[in-house]
């Protein structure tokens, strides 16, 4: 069964780094097509950054762009989202899953993860 822990978050000021990890279970082939979201308080989830490594692109949303990098490790089966000059805005409950913002509907019944809170505070 797939499952997706998420870890590496916590309390950070404005301007610092956090790197999330996800670790991930029960994949049959190697971490191709991935995500990272989030939700806020009062928000809907939203996606910040996706790989597509079979299709050769990465994207990142604007909030988060230049910002945040996502990456790989298929010998750990671990996906990283190292996250740089952290705003305040970025406080929320991130979230790892399969899927890049071209091909989220395929693995639409994926459960999802408990998440990392990641707080942006002086």
């Known amino acids: 069964q797939v499952q997706l822990v998420e870890s590496g978050g916590g309390l950070i000021q404005p301007g610092g780094s956090l790197r999330l990890s996800c670790q991930t279970y029960?994949?049959?082939?190697?971490?191709?097509?991935m995500a990272w979201y989030r939700k806020s308080s009062g928000t809907e989830r939203e996606m910040v950054a996706s790989m597509n490594f079979d299709r050769g692109f990465t994207h990142y949303d604007d909030s988060v762009k230049g910002r945040f990098t996502i990456s790989r490790d298929n010998a750990k089966n671990m996906i990283f989202l190292q996250m740089d000059n952290l705003k305040p805005e970025g406080t929320a409950v991130y979230y790892c899953r399969r899927g890049a913002k071209d091909n989220t509907y395929v693995y639409r019944d994926d459960p999802w993860g408990q998440g990392t809170q990641v707080t942006v505070s002086s």
């Open positions: 029960g994949f049959t082939d190697a971490i191709a097509s």
